[in-house]
């Protein structure tokens, strides 16, 4: 909000402005996604703990149901919440209040955005509903995305208000179903309940982008190695195995264009296991690698994603159930390890000792 407010824009890199920076003495920091997450789980914890029903929605936002006090008013209700989450997290959180999740989305709009709600805002509890969605941009209307606000905007469709009270049935011919739901969320009705049920994944993506350019095969190697082995342990918290492995590389030069490359393989029997994953990704590193390229960053995304209570046999491919067994009881030993006492506690040796490689992040904020 703070940067937004000196006219920086998401996603301006930082060289492009650092001098600026500097100059109004903001303070930067670097990514932090290990304690983004802890801190997530820990909001979302605390949100379960005062409501009825949850949806985690991202990073940083839910939904949640609640029942309404006789008297219609939860504003206290909202204000001891906002003031735990301060007071336990250090988290200054938004609260907004509706009977759905298009009009609760908009008065969180409304509370993140007015000073003088303090962070919370009940719209339902208000009797200017009609001037507060005037005063909301078509594009600030949650689930409207750029085709359909272009469209609007071309027919004079401007403000939330507008969307509200046009018709349904033109709406519907131009837009689908998906946007009529949303008007019909800002007329009251419910249209979007909750998942209280979080569908499994369909892939898992491990990337990052390099600290400088990198031209030799051991570092790739080293990157590879790295991202399979953080994306294995996610498949093992996801109680998943994957089939498919591809691996991707960004090449950057000053005659061509940024410009990605990929290559996927198949395994036998799909598996969570890093050994396995990791032999396989090696494999992939050889076929995609290209000497005096500059590769800017890579990843690893694991797809073809199956539950790991079933396992599906290849008919010429032995399964050892012994040799199995063995090697998840030893994947489950090294999680507990590394969850114990650190991140990398044990770790592969294919994955290098020193990094130089890796995303910097001279400017990490402290995690405690």
């Not at 703070?2 to 903001?26: D, S």
């Not at 985690?56 to 006789?70: G, M």
């Not at 997290?89 to 509370?111: D, E, M, R, S, Y």
């Not at 790295?226 to 093992?236: F, N």
Request: hydrophobic letters at 35%.
């Amino acid at each position: 909000m703070e940067a937004r407010t000196l006219g920086i824009t998401m996603g301006t890199p930082y060289f492009k402005i650092r001098h600026e920076l500097e100059k109004l003495k903001v303070v930067v920091r670097s990514s932090n996604y290990a304690l983004y997450g802890d801190m997530s789980q820990r909001l979302m914890s605390l949100l379960r703990a005062n409501c009825n029903e949850i949806e985690i929605y991202s990073i940083d936002e839910a939904f949640v149901r609640l029942s309404r006090p006789p008297n219609s008013n939860i504003h206290s209700w909202a204000r001891k919440l906002r003031a735990q989450a301060y007071r336990n997290l250090g988290l200054p959180i938004a609260i907004g209040i509706g009977k759905n999740k298009c009009q609760a989305k908009i008065a969180n709009h409304i509370a993140k955005d007015t000073p003088a709600h303090a962070g919370i805002f009940d719209l339902l509890n208000t009797e200017d509903t009609d001037q507060l969605l005037e005063a909301i941009a078509i594009e600030e209307v949650w689930g409207i995305g750029q085709k359909a606000a272009r469209w609007c905007r071309m027919r004079n469709i401007q403000t939330a208000r507008q969307l509200r009270d046009m018709p349904t049935s033109e709406l519907r011919a131009s837009c689908g179903v998906k946007t009529v739901r949303i008007q019909l969320e800002l007329r009251g009705h419910l249209c979007l309940p909750l998942s209280l049920t979080s569908s499994p994944k369909k892939e898992t993506c491990v990337s990052r982008s390099f600290s400088r350019p990198i031209t030799l095969i051991e570092e790739l190697r080293e990157a590879i190695s790295t991202y399979v082995v953080c994306g294995s342990v996610k498949l093992r918290y996801q109680q998943q195995y994957a089939r498919t492995i591809t691996i991707f590389v960004r090449i950057n030069s000053l005659t061509t264009p940024s410009n990605i490359q990929t290559a996927t393989t198949q395994l036998d029997l799909p598996s969570n296991d890093t050994n396995v994953l990791l032999k396989a990704a090696l494999k992939l590193v050889e076929q995609i690698f290209q000497p005096h390229r500059k590769l800017t960053k890579a990843g690893v995304i694991m797809q073809q994603l199956q539950e790991t209570k079933y396992l599906q046999h290849h008919l010429f491919t032995k399964h050892g159930v012994k040799e199995q067994k063995h090697q998840e009881n030893l994947m489950s030993t090294v999680d507990h390890i590394n969850e114990r006492y650190g991140r990398n506690t044990v770790s592969w040796a294919a994955c290098g000792v020193q990094q130089t490689w890796h995303m910097r992040r001279n400017q990490l904020s402290r995690s405690s």
